[in-house]
């Protein structure tokens, strides 16, 4: 039922990752969308500066997906995955499979980006278990890193907020890698940061500690994204990937924010030339139009695990909806998107003026540091006294109400707009964080 202000009743719906008390109070209600833009239901523009969640890559509502999963819910609303398949589900694995680095064929399909991360941390523990190296259990995160909420996924992810609560109950075996973020020497750096590789050998300190023999992988978000935009330094992620490759650990790059053109190329793998062992992802393989994730995973982790096996069930693991049909056509219509418009050399294309516009930021008011690459960006701000994030909560809020949807985590304000942008629109983004800037305190 309404309420008298023309609201939904807001009370029923517990919401995720919100103030949920402050929402209820001041709610911000998106009724529509359309390319770059939503529309808020009081009838407001607001230029999209984020993708939605990270994911709307192709821009919103586009009439190629939607076509597609109504046809698709029309004539096969569902089917079985679990010894039973349809063949729209094999033709969007090969089309995953063809945009990954050689090598990472073999894809399994979930339905969000914590799940990548779930199935992803199992098949590093069955490859090893499968080789007969079944005491290879140790799964490395890296602090500040972010890798949903499942259980594996806060257990390898680093963000203390999402931990504490069930800090009892985290899997038992997992260390951290440091961050590799450094205001002192990076602040202000255009693209990948000069200062940090080194941060990766901290991986030779824990496995000299623990032993390879005991280590099934390694997790990191290629870039951080949602932390704040975490850019790699330099060299970092190919020295992990040379520790990794020494001692017989997975390296698993979770591409969840940086797959599908973010970075300017097809994965954040091919962009930075390191290949790992396993690709993450969700989000923009399907333009968020349907839930949907995938892991994408090398030949040989695939063989060993299901040649291995003396027969039956090879992987004791799958959801209900992987592969869901929905899911599939929405996938096949988005990467043909991606494809007939070239949006990840698009994006690739619109870097240089989406960097000289973020950095455009620097010496704005409370502005500590700007950080970017692809089309990505960080604004950190400094934090107020005592108030740490209350800043870039006032900054998201006014840039919201003035037509400008961003994101925020802690002090940062993070921009990723949909691939489509036009220069203007970069321009537009930027400028109005500034005039927002401005009026904050
Ligand atoms: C790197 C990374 N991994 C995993 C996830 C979790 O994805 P989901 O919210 O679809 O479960 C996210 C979400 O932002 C992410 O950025």
């Known amino acids: 039922m309404n309420a008298p202000n023309g609201l939904p009743d807001l009370s029923h719906l517990w919401m995720p990752f919100t103030a949920n008390r402050h929402f209820k109070s001041q709610p911000r209600l998106l009724a529509s969308a359309k390319g770059m833009y939503y529309t ?11 993708s939605g969640l990270w994911c709307v890559n192709a821009g919103h509502c586009r009439d190629e997906i939607a076509q597609a999963i109504a046809r698709q819910a029309a004539s096969l609303d569902y089917a079985p995955g679990f010894q039973l398949g349809h063949p729209q589900a094999f033709e969007a694995a090969s089309a995953v499979a063809g945009i ?7 894809i399994f399909f979930t339905n969000s980006g914590s799940e990548s991360v779930d199935t992803a941390l199992k098949i590093a523990l069955a490859y090893h278990r499968a080789r007969g190296d079944a005491q290879r259990t140790r799964l490395i995160g890296r602090e500040r890193g972010y890798h949903g909420v499942g259980f594996g996924g806060i257990s390898v992810g680093g963000i203390s907020p999402n931990r504490k609560t069930f800090s ?3 899997l038992p075996a997992v260390d951290h890698l440091p961050h590799t973020h450094s205001l002192e020497h990076n602040a202000f750096s255009k693209g ?20 390879p023999s005991t280590i099934a992988a390694v997790i990191v978000e290629p870039m951080a994204g949602s932390t704040g935009v975490l850019v790699p330094p330099q060299g970092y992620l190919q020295r992990l990937r040379d520790i990794t490759a020494k001692y017989g650990i997975l390296l698993i790059f979770d591409e969840v ?23 993450t992802m969700a989000k923009g393989i399907s333009n968020a139009a349907v839930p949907a ?44 998107i991606y494809r007939r418009e070239d949006l990840f050399a698009r994006a690739r294309k619109l870097a240089p003026a989406f960097e000289a516009a973020a950095h455009s930021l620097q010496g704005a008011p409370n502005v500590i540091d700007v950080r970017n690459i692809g089309l990505v960006a960080g604004i950190e701000l400094a934090p107020r006294k005592d108030a740490p994030g209350a800043r870039a909560a006032e900054a998201f809020h006014k ?43």
């Open 192 to 211: 990948q940061p000069a200062w940090g590789a080194h941060l990766a050998d901290e991986l030779e300190r824990i496995v000299a500690l623990h032993d």
């Open 168 to 170: 009892g109950a985290l």
């Open 399 to 441: 840039c919201f109400d003035s037509g400008l949807m961003v994101r925020y985590t802690g002090d940062t304000l993070a921009v990723s707009p949909p691939l489509i942008i036009e220069e203007a629109q970069i321009d537009q983004i930027f400028q109005s964080i500034g005039n927002v800037l401005k009026e904050i305190a």
């Open 257 to 279: 924010i940086t797959g599908y053109g973010r970075l300017g190329a097809a994965t954040a793998s091919e962009c930075f030339g390191v290949t790992p062992d396993l690709i």
């Open 100 to 106: 990954m680095p050689a090598g990472l064929d073999r």
């Open 293 to 336: 994730g995938a892991v994408a995973v090398k030949r040989d982790v695939h063989d060993a695990i299901v040649n291995g096996a003396p027969g039956g069930i090879e992987f004791f693991h799958g959801y209900t909806y992987s592969a869901h049909p929905l899911a599939t056509a929405a996938i096949l219509a988005t990467l043909d």
């Open 40 to 50: 808020s239901v009081d009838g407001r523009h607001i230029l999209d500066g984020t």
